[in-house]
């Protein structure tokens, strides 16, 4: 790939500002007049692959189940604000978030008619601040749901939440014997609009625990009685037409993050990952790089200090593991990961390329994604994304 291409760029404050990101090469993508000089690591997010993961993963639900896409964390890392915008562009009006500062937020952006969840429920003193931001609590114990319906009495109404119900997962939720006990105190108490449960094991196709939890869920659904249920989030959507009842709940699937070993490929990557070089060593056999010495040069090498740390998201655990791309190489990291800086042996790439300044990536999309990144060094691609901090710049790419 060369040329120029045009992007659509926003900071972290979410600051939009056209500008155009150069390619130098097949390997790495060269923001040197895009990128502020003072920015030493960016990502490029690729907001059409996320409107394509969208309507890929609701071509498998039927006409009765709705799409609603789970946005907590600051979208995986990707960017609650811009990825909510375009999702809402393709026709989705039901977000998912973690805490009330996020459904705060996302409210503040979308238009009027989305409805905005509230995982985590309410604590005492909350409740105000989510009616006010027409926010809907997703209730996950019997305190909760108390707190609510006292709050809804004092108001002369009934508010509307949602409910959680644990069937297997043992994390959030009140239990099925509350849910016996309750089920109709609850429903007379609080205009409930959904009750959720989630699943364990839903990536394990043959698990005991998906029978078993879709088992409960439906009890759940019959003891509450005419009431819509959402049981599955990326992975439960691909468990079967069963699975799916009123609404589906996906994150990671959206984000482009493989849903099934078996259906690798369906899904498009969304995230690439750069950092800028900071110093170039020439290092000789017996010198060692990095805390603790970790690493000892067998030979004469040449090495690229890049401006990506541990405080970035790239946790020091990470140390020894991973690849980065440049000049058509694909060169290792080296020594250990340190707060601001990462070491790699460029010995083999084209001197021309190596200057201070000069961008190197860290996935190559579609042969080196974060995806595949991120299973190499044994963890979960939106654990990476998820830590990626204020310093580093995430770039829009598309609509």
């Known amino acids: 790939m060369s040329g120029n291409l045009n992007f659509n760029v926003h900071d972290n404050n979410d ?78 009006r039901h977000f998912f978030v973690a805490t009330v500062d996020e459904g705060i937020t996302l409210r503040k952006e979308l238009p009027k008619d989305v409805d905005i969840f509230v995982l985590g429920g309410l604590f005492s003193g909350c409740e105000q601040m989510l009616q006010d931001w027409n926010l809907m609590p997703v209730l ?22 949602a409910v959680h119900v644990d069937t297997g997962m043992c994390r959030n939720g009140i239990s099925l014997e509350e849910v016996d006990l309750y089920s109709g105190d609850i429903s007379n108490a609080i205009d409930l609009q959904l009750v959720i449960s989630h699943m364990a094991c839903a990536d394990t196709l043959n698990h005991y625990l998906n029978e078993l939890q879709l088992k409960k869920f439906k009890h759940v659904l019959k003891a509450f009685g005419n009431v819509k249920g959402s049981f599955s989030a990326t992975n439960g959507i691909f468990l079967g037409k069963e699975y799916l009842f009123d609404m589906v709940r996906p994150g990671k699937s959206l984000y482009g993050f493989s849903i099934r070993e078996d259906r690798i490929g369906s899904l498009e990557p969304v995230m690439d990952i750069f950092s800028r070089i900071v110093q170039i060593n020439e290092i000789n056999a017996g010198d060692t790089i990095g805390y603790g010495a970790t690493f000892t ?60 300044g000069n961008w190197m990536a860290l996935t190559r999309t579609p042969d080196y994604t974060l995806e595949k990144w991120a299973i190499e060094l044994g963890t979960l691609p939106h654990e990476v994304a998820c830590r990626f901090g204020e310093r580093v710049k995430r770039i829009y790419i598309g609509e």
Request: with cysteine; hydrophobic share 40%; net charge positive.
């Open 140 to 161: 996950n114990s019997m305190h909760q749901v108390n707190l609510w319906s006292d709050y809804s009495k004092n108001k002369g109404q009934k508010l509307a939440a």
């Open 15 to 92: 600051v939009e500002n056209g500008m155009q990101l150069k390619v130098i090469n097949n390997d790495i993508r060269v923001a040197i007049e895009a990128i502020e000089p003072q920015v030493l690591s960016a990502v490029t997010i690729n907001l059409n692959a996320v409107a394509h993961n969208y309507h890929t993963v609701k071509q498998e639900l039927d006409g009765n189940t709705v799409l609603a896409a789970v946005v907590k964390a600051n979208a995986y890392g990707f960017g609650m604000v811009p990825i909510s915008r375009r999702l809402y562009k393709e026709g989705c």
């Open 297 to 356: 040069a067998s030979k004469k090498m040449k090495t690229a200090t890049i401006g990506i740390g541990y405080a970035d998201g790239f946790m020091r655990k990470f140390s020894g593991f991973g690849h980065g791309f440049i000049g058509g190489k694909k060169v290792p990291v080296v020594g250990r990961i340190s707060m601001d800086y990462m070491v790699l042996d460029v010995t083999d790439v084209d001197e021309a390329l190596l200057k201070e």
